[in-house]
């Protein structure tokens, strides 16, 4: 397709442009009136119909006019990044605090990305949070809600922090509390989350009978959480700026776009591999599910810390404003990577 002559790409790119912006067919008449071509409307409607033979435009069902295809904003993606189009956005000072990891840990600053993606973008942005297999404690202790309640808190290796809450058959003084608290950091923190068993037991024995099934519940909660291959969080933000498509004014369709978002396994399959660390564009027909032929997604990679991975992006429909569009998920991945 290189060899696509330099006005009909430039009519090529301007029908993209309109349409992205009007969602409206566009004829020979409103391009030679809005453009400067020089070449008369019968030139363009000439070019028009080479661009259709080349797939890169097809004709509208409703009027004479045509619209972009599928292969046309390929076609136009692929040439704003083979040919250095897009801006470096510069992120405004505000954003970068949002986002410092000194101040916010790897779960809010990738759910406050993920609603500043939506807003930039005027689209529904979705993002998927891995974090690495848990393998070691790295803090435990239990807090007093009443007599008979605890939160118990643990910090694993990966950063995941659990908090359960926990009903007790007796009543639990603060010194005792603190004691229990001690055995239990002395004797779990640093440890394997393969040793849970074995440590719990020698902690039962320096304690009484009566703790017994109190340890057996942080045994049991502890063993549960670890055995998980990676926590996985999926955000969705911004599903209501499809209303901001004329599309989307038929409920129907409207309603099969939102129900997309309930299934997560969809949601990570076109969230696209987790360690493929380029940046994902499929258009229309190149998605595999079949709900999301008529949609564009754009994903980046992001990695918050040696623990904390993922992917953020958008998922909209095909007339997206690409190049402003590409430009802020790669802002907000980059940030999310300082």
């Known amino acids: 397709m290189k060899d696509l002559k330099d006005r009909r790409m430039q009519i090529l790119f301007s029908i993209i442009n309109s349409y992205i912006l009007e969602g409206e067919p566009v004829g020979s008449k409103s391009l030679a009136d809005d453009y400067s071509f020089d070449v008369s409307p019968a030139t363009i409607r000439n070019d028009m119909s080479s661009l259709e033979k080349k797939g890169l435009l097809k004709k509208a069902h409703s009027s004479s006019g045509r619209l972009p295809s599928d292969k046309g904003y390929r076609f136009f993606v692929d040439h704003l990044l083979e040919n250095g189009l897009l801006d470096q956005k510069n992120d405004p000072k505000n954003l970068r605090q949002i986002l410092d990891k000194r101040y916010h840990n790897a779960t809010d600053i990738v759910d ?26 790295a803090n435990i202790e239990l807090l007093r809600v009443n007599d008979y309640a605890l939160i118990l808190i643990v910090v694993y290796d990966n950063g995941l922090v659990v908090n359960d809450l926990i009903y007790l058959k007796y009543e639990i003084d603060d010194q005792s509390l603190s004691q229990v608290n001690h055995i239990l950091r002395s004797e779990l923190v640093g440890s394997s989350i393969y040793d849970i068993g074995k440590k719990i037991i020698s902690i039962e024995e320096k304690l009484n009978l009566n703790y017994k099934y109190l340890l057996d519940i942080i045994q049991t909660k502890m063993e549960n959480e670890s055995s998980k291959d990676s926590d996985k969080e ?8 499809i209303f901001n498509f004329k599309e989307f004014d038929d409920i129907v369709k409207a309603k099969e776009f939102i129900n997309l978002f309930e299934n997560p396994d969809i949601i990570t399959d076109f969230l696209t591999d987790k360690n493929d660390q380029s940046l994902v564009i499929t258009i229309g027909e190149e998605n595999k599910i079949d709900q999301l032929k008529e949609n564009t997604i754009i994903t980046s990679y992001f990695k918050v810390d040696e623990n904390t991975i993922g992917k953020i992006g958008i998922v909209g429909l095909t007339r997206i404003r690409y190049k402003e569009v590409i430009e802020s998920i790669k802002l907000v991945s980059d940030l999310l990577n300082e």
Do not use: C, F
Not at 234 to 241: S, T, V, W
């Open 112 to 137: 406050s990305a993920t609603k500043i993606l939506a807003t930039i973008t005027n689209l529904t942005a979705v993002s998927i949070t891995y974090k690495n297999q848990i393998k070691s404690i």
């Open 234 to 241: 999926i955000k969705i933000e911004g599903l209501g700026n």
